[in-house]
């Protein structure tokens, strides 16, 4: 277009639109919103001098008043700002708009996993650790409680030259709160400002420390120093050790009380691109959407194009299938397994029979008669449900007696908090079937233990059947080596992947319940505003504390080998991860009892000695990545809103989403098209992938282990011969199946090993 002409079409439009939307700003019934706007860079039009006055013209076109709340370099070329819908419509028209996309609210989603994860043992793996110190774990949270002791700089060397990042200050926090171990913190409310208005800051601090507790304890897991004595009210005493203790840290709080918002996520991960991140750590969630919709899957390919690993949380909507975040193939997606230790108390009825549950309760003890015990179904105000929920109960049916509250529905520690303003004496967290046998523990604020299904089911069939029923709760402490263990979480979400069927997600599980790490001293352990306790350490659960874990051992990895891609990394943690115990017995779901699945842990529970040499490893490029999307006909246009460049799909090249170099497979076969006349009929897919050597030169051999009969796998060659380090050669899997019933499901594992190392990649097979 001839500049003279753009210019006029620009003074005219704004003539227009001003005119138009004067009047609309002030009508109540057409609020604004947060968008991010995505500029088509590469063709900004020459009559600018640079980006930003292109993108403030462009802004200026729809909306005087307007004012960009952030611009982006790395995750996206665009800002940020606040439009009403008849605005942002009126954007996307104008020349060199890409995409306007709206703003999404995000959620967030230790003393004994270094020893439980065998950590100790790499101390002789790795000597002096490598070059860990040289790494920077960016950690995008709540922010950061800089006095723990967790970051600690002793011993450690000068911050890493290629460290480009610095401490911000604001309420509470200083340039000084940052140390060699703790070398930079931000933070990022503009979009949380823009949707709640300025932050209250008598109650948050407008800087990087952290009022959560959920920042301090993700970043203090990942790479926290280590610290002597360390517990939450004498549970889980000991040491307490990040994942890489001589990493370095760099907090972006991007998460307020009210939320995440991707505005300020987007913002984080382009300054922690910036600043020289190595691995970047998040633990929040959204919903699925497209990859060139999915602000933090855009984000993150930028992270990734530049050499980060970025570790995410699977999220919490387990035991349920297909409840997966974070699904992107260039993210690294955590699910959460318990760990050797628990914390446990005692139910004792008055029939005499005696259940065991969990409990970090430390308070005053009940007294040592039985007390009258009620469920909350039977003594509500009004509702006949027994979640206990805020006011939910009748006093005069409460008062000084134990309350039995169903798990689900608000968070567990509020329901003891509901107990007690009530006048109950203690309670007794009954899970349902969705949470099964699942125990995780919380610091209630009233003598209280959680329970598994069927004995939540017997304590209610003691109370409905006896005439006066009474119960005793007692504490036992910390218990160590608790068998099986690991066993998948149950709030731990599910595959198959929605989005992309034929990506396997998760990618791996990790330690993620019952947990102890940082703590913020805002708050008391339960994050309620009636807990008034201080801790410098906590426990919680969730696959917030899973993805962590993965950030840290990601970073050791990297320290150990300076020179392994996002993907090399990736790809060691799960090749080499475990699906069995010791006993030879298959990992089990804690939610249903029996042998969980490649759905449920992806390539199994991390194993990060073994990961630390792996012999051969599945790498992925930024280009493979764009012949991902092709396979996924994503168009030029999407392509450029993920990938911030321009890039034509080869019509020449059959681009397939099954050769994309990941370590697992996932197998969706379509029952619809298999069925002809009645019939069954057989279905061939081929998967190709590339091996590359990062061991001793060695041949491998390949076995399949499958449990579908109906399944034929074939792989071709059945050796591989390396002769080289970083020496690559591929192959191809081919699987034909017979049609099944839709909604079945079915699992393998192929392995590749030269008789020291096992390279093993699951298979999970299922018919829609």
Known sequence: MNMLIFKCLQMALLLVFSSRYTIAEKK????????????????????????????????????????????????????STRLTTQEADLLTKQPGILSVIPEVRYELHTTRTPEFLGLEKTKTLLGSYGKQSEVVVGVIDTGVWPELKSFDDTG????????????????????????KKLVGAR???????????????????????????????????????????????????????????????????????????????????????????????????????????????????AAMEHGILVS????????????????????????????DRDFPAYITLGNGKRYNGVSLYNGKLP???????????????????????????NPSKVSGKIVICDRGGNPRAEKSLVVKRAGGIGMILANKEDYGEELVADSYLLPAAALGEKASNEVKKYVSSALKPTAKIAFGGTQLGVQPSPVVAAFSSRGPNILTPKILKPDVIAPGVNILAGWSGKVGPTGLSDDTRHVSFNIISGTSMSCPHVSGLAALLKGAHPEWSPAIIRSALMTTSYRAYKNGQAIKDVATGIPATPFDYGAGHVDPVAALDPGLVYDTTADDYLSFLCALNYTSFQIKLVARKEFTCDKKIKYRVEDLNYPSFSVPFDTASGARGGSHKSTTVQYKRILTNVGTPATY??????????????????????????????????????????????????????????????IAFSWT
């Open 701 to 762: 051999k390949v076995s399949v282990s499958s449990q579908s009969p109906s399944v034929k796998i074939t792989v071709e060659p059945q050796i591989l011969s390396f002769k080289a380090l970083n020496e690559k050669k591929s192959y191809t899997v081919t699987f034909t199946s017979t049609s099944m019933s839709s909604g079945t499901t079915s699992f393998a594992h192929l392995e590749w090993s030269d008789g020291k190392h096992k390279v093993t990649s699951p």
């Open 312 to 339: 995410m949380s699977a999220g919490n909507g387990g035991p349920s299938r297909a409840t997966l975040a974070n699904v992107a193939p260039w993210i690294t997606t955590v699910g959460a397994g318990t760990i």
């Open 367 to 393: 007294p040592d008669s039985s007390l009258p015990l009620v469920y909350a179904a039977n003594v509500g105000q009004d509702s006949t449900d027994g979640l206990c929920t805020t006011d939910s109960l």
């Open 156 to 179: 450690l060397g000068p911050v890493p030259s290629s460290w480009k990042g610095e401490c911000e200050t604001g309420k509470n926090f200083n340039s000084s709160n940052c140390n």
């Open 187 to 301: 933070f990022f409310a503009k979009g949380y400002e823009a949707a709640f208005g300025p932050i209250d800051e008598k109650t948050e601090s407008k800087s990087p420390r952290d009022d959560d507790g959920h920042g301090s304890h993700t970043s203090t897991t990942a790479a926290g120093s280590a610290v002597a004595g360390a517990s939450l009210f004498g549970f889980a005493s000991g040491t307490a050790k990040g994942m890489a203790t001589q990493a370095r840290v760099a907090a972006y709080k991007v998460c307020w009380l009210g939320g995440c918002f991707t505005t300020d996520i987007a913002a984080g991960i382009d300054k922690a691109i910036e600043d020289g991140v190595n691995i970047l750590s998040m633990s929040i969630g959204g919903g699925l959407m497209d990859y060139y919709r999915d602000t933090v899957a855009m984000g993150t390919f």
């Open 28 to 79: 109540t019934q057409n609020p604004k919103r947060t968008y991010i706007i995505h500029m088509d860079k590469l063709n900004m039009p020459a009559s600018f001098d640079d980006h930003l006055q292109w993108y403030d013209s462009s802004l200026k076109l729809v909306s005087e008043t307007a004012e960009m709340l952030y611009t982006y370099k790395h995750v996206a070329h665009g800002f």
